[in-house]
């Protein structure tokens, strides 16, 4: 037994180092390529893995698990807050209008309605990571489109889980509804009534969400003391594993207990750090997952019944396509943005893996459904970077603004400049004008063509493109560069540009401009040491000559705002990470740092301090009254 398991490990990693680089090289993405070395290994090709892929099937469902966990990790609220209309109105009527239109043609074909209904909602979802490392790898991301594309995928993550909720009652028999929802941790028939599992539920979730806020966090604390970065792995693995234990006790699905298991930890200071230790964890068991699903699909039935598997997915994919079109424009995104939508979307995504495999176990779909299914959802995920290519090429230059269709300035190499720039607006432009005054070399990128234009005709080089961009990056000089100056106007994208200049090139330096506090907060959080408020520094002078202007020595107001900011700096570092973990304390603590500067200043007598500053006063000295 040990020697099948160790063989069959093996074999599934050979395959998983051979086929996603190379899936990755040729553009098609990882989950892609985990799913052809499956498909490679699988009984249809190479025969290396027979039955005994449903096994490892059952093991591999934790990498599911792991990724219900990460989905939860997320969500925080105030991403949520931002993003709540298109997430719950672009993302619901897509999720809503997909399984209906699906659900119509179904029965329409003679599909049984509650078959229907569940093709339907397995055809809504997307496949969340394709689209998101296409979108980056592309530039798109940032784009009206792309974040569009991001608030519906985020709404179909968080819809599988009443997916799941609904799927039982889809099932095909009276019986099958009570094994689907009843069943415990070995599997046995519950025949618990309805009003009680509902109860279980209710309990195990206010349980979930206590513990997380009465003992996951002091936990967590305690290991931050001992300082054991596996402890932290531990008792992550141990919140997944024991939540998931206990929904499936009550017999209710894994995947819903370790959702919330991630919400409950998206609260915690410590999220971040737990995203990166997991990260490891959750790509391996995810990778074996997919292979997993690889080994199943039936190429036998594709060859078999060609037309039909491939009408399924021509059809499905341009009903999609419509759907996601039609609602892009409803909500009144640019043309270039409803088709960035419509041909990001189209496909049947990962998590249709998942509901197809729950929906098997609930007998919602029988072999004969689950088979056509799964190679329906495999293709359209083959094809998906087939309608990027598209987008591209000939659907975005078609629709876009003749400013919006500008390529990126090409950037000549003429020896390594000390400095780049990423936005070159009012703020950049001060920074820039002090250094070029200084005989620094710098390379400039900004994505506004008008303000691009304007400076080329003052005599000022700066390169149009976008510094999300990481060959972009490369070709500024980023790798031989000594700072990195982010002084792009949009907050979102500025963050999004320090994660990935932190990420690729962590040896260089970034000086970064804030809008305001909270941006403040996002930028000190991606890792910048040296982040500048834009208003700070003008409303801190225009503060001292307000107290001038009532009265105050020159030195005294100095002295006196200095005091101020250096109580405000140190309090706002202090917050930084306390606003997105816990607001509530946050705004508490906001309060206790207004009143202590106004404690402090009291202390500081302001006729005191005049008389031993009205030596350094050199304008009341000119006047005589110093």
């Known amino acids: 037994m040990t020697g099948d398991v160790l063989g069959q490990a093996f074999v599934y990693l050979c395959v998983a180092v051979v086929f996603v680089p190379l899936a990755k090289h040729f553009g098609l993405g990882a989950v892609l390529g985990y799913l052809i070395a499956g498909a490679a290994i699988g009984p249809y090709i190479l025969g290396l893995v027979g039955n005994e892929g449903s096994d490892i099937m059952h093991f591999a469902e934790f990498g599911v698990v792991m990724m219900m966990f990460l989905v939860g990790l997320e969500l925080r609220p105030a991403l949520l807050w931002d993003l709540r209309r298109p997430i719950l109105g672009l993302g619901g009527l897509q999720v809503l209008a997909t399984a209906a239109a699906t659900a119509a043609i179904a029965v329409a074909l003679g599909v049984p309605w509650r078959l229907g209904v569940a093709v339907g909602l397995v055809a809504a979802m997307s496949s969340t990571a394709i689209v998101l490392a296409t979108l980056g790898e592309r530039g798109l991301q940032q784009t009206n489109g792309g974040r569009a594309s991001f608030s519906i995928l985020l709404f179909q993550d968080i819809a599988v889980i009443p997916i799941l909720a609904v799927f039982p009652l889809l099932a095909m028999g009276d019986g099958a509804v009570g094994a689907a929802v009843g069943h415990g941790a070995e599997g046995v028939e519950d025949a618990r009534p309805a009003w009680q599992s509902a109860l279980a539920l209710v309990a195990a979730v206010a349980g979930i969400v206590a513990g997380g806020r009465f003992v996951v966090r002091p936990v967590f604390q305690f290991l931050a003391k001992v300082r054991l970065r596996e402890s932290f792995i531990a008792f992550a693995l141990l919140l997944v594993v024991g939540i998931a234990l206990l929904m499936d006790t009550v017999g209710f699905s894994p995947a819903l207990g370790t959702f919330m298991a991630g919400v409950v930890l998206a609260d915690s200071e410590y999220r971040h750090e737990l995203e990166a230790d997991i990260e490891p964890f959750k790509g391996l068991l995810l990778g074996l997952f997919f292979i997993s699903v690889g080994v199943q699909i039936d190429f036998g039935l594709i060859i078999a019944e060609p037309a039909t598997i491939l009408g399924m997915v021509v059809l499905g994919m341009l009903v999609k396509l419509a759907v996601l079109y039609t609602l892009a424009r409803g ?274 007598d302001p006729d005191k301090l005049g008389e031993t500053d009205a030596a350094w006063d050199n304008s009341s000295l000119r006047s005589g009254n110093g």
């Open 331 to 604: 909500f009144g995104l640019d043309r270039g943005a409803r088709w960035t939508v419509a041909f990001a979307l189209p496909q049947i995504g990962e998590f249709a893996f998942v509901l197809i495999s729950f929906g098997q176990q609930s007998a919602v779909f029988d072999a004969a459904t689950a088979a056509p299914l799964l190679a329906v959802v495999a293709i359209s995920m083959a094809v998906t970077p087939l309608f990027f290519v598209a987008l591209e090429r000939w659907v975005l230059p078609a629709v876009a603004e003749p400013t919006a269709s500008r390529p990126h300035d090409a950037i000549e190499a003429h020896g390594h400049a000390r400095v780049v720039m990423a936005g070159y607006g009012r703020f950049g432009q001060i920074v820039g004008r002090i250094l070029r005054a200084n005989r620094i070399s710098m390379t400039v990128l900004d994505l506004d063509p008008e303000m691009v234009d304007i400076l080329a005709r003052l005599g000022i080089k700066v390169h149009y493109g976008d510094a999300s961009r990481i060959e972009l990056l490369h070709a500024a000089g980023c790798t031989h560069a000594e700072l990195f100056v982010l002084a792009v106007d949009d907050a979102e994208v500025a963050v999004t540009i320090a994660k990935t200049v932190r990420e690729h090139f962590p040896s260089l330096r970034i000086i970064a401009r804030a809008r305001d506090r909270r941006h403040y907060m996002e930028l000190r959080r991606a890792g910048i040491p040296e982040v500048h408020r834009e208003t700070f520094a003008s409303g801190y002078e225009a503060g001292i000559g307000a107290l001038r202007a009532l009265g105050f020595r020159a030195h005294t107001a100095h002295r006196l705002a200095k005091r101020w900011r250096d109580h405000e700096e140190r309090e706002l570092e202090a917050v930084i990470h306390l606003r997105e973990s816990d607001e509530e304390a946050y705004f508490a603590r906001a309060r206790l740092a207004m009143q202590e500067a106004e404690r402090l200043m009291r202390e500081a």
